[in-house]
Nanobody
Framework: QVQLVESGGGLVQSGGSLRLSCAASGIFFGILWMAWYRQVPGKQRELVARISNSGSTVYADSAKGRFTISRDNAKIMVYLQINDLKPEDTAVYYC??????????WGQGTQVTVSS
């Protein structure tokens, strides 16, 4: 049974940084793409970034430059570093497993709130 647990969200001032973490279990982590998505109320969940088992990355246009996705296959962890946070980054951030570039499992999400 896949389990994804996010942490690291919180309230931060504009311009600050956060590092989100996702602990995975119950999966063959080393062969999976992993991803971070985010969602604001009333809007669809959107991709932020994805990373392959070998470390290749893909970023949404809105995430290029300030977001960095990484993974540690030995620790079965995925991370999302967010720098220069902006109020429009306020959202619930979700960790996900992916197959064929589609999410297959979700974590419970972690709230990121950026104050101006």
């Amino acid at each position: 049974q896949v389990q994804l647990v996010e942490s690291g969200g919180g309230l931060v001032q504009s311009g600050g940084s956060l590092r989100l973490s996702c602990a995975a279990s119950g999966i063959f982590f080393g062969i999976l793409w992993m991803a971070w998505y985010r969602q604001v109320p009333g809007k669809q969940r959107e991709l932020v970034a994805r990373i392959s088992n070998s470390g290749s990355t893909v970023y949404a246009d809105s995430a290029k430059g300030r977001f960095t996705i990484s993974r540690d296959n030995a620790k079965i962890m995925v991370y999302l570093q967010i720098n220069d946070l902006k109020p429009e980054d306020t959202a619930v951030y979700y960790c996900a497993t992916e197959m064929n570039y589609r999410p297959t499992s979700w974590g419970q999400g972690t709230q990121v709130t950026v104050s101006s």
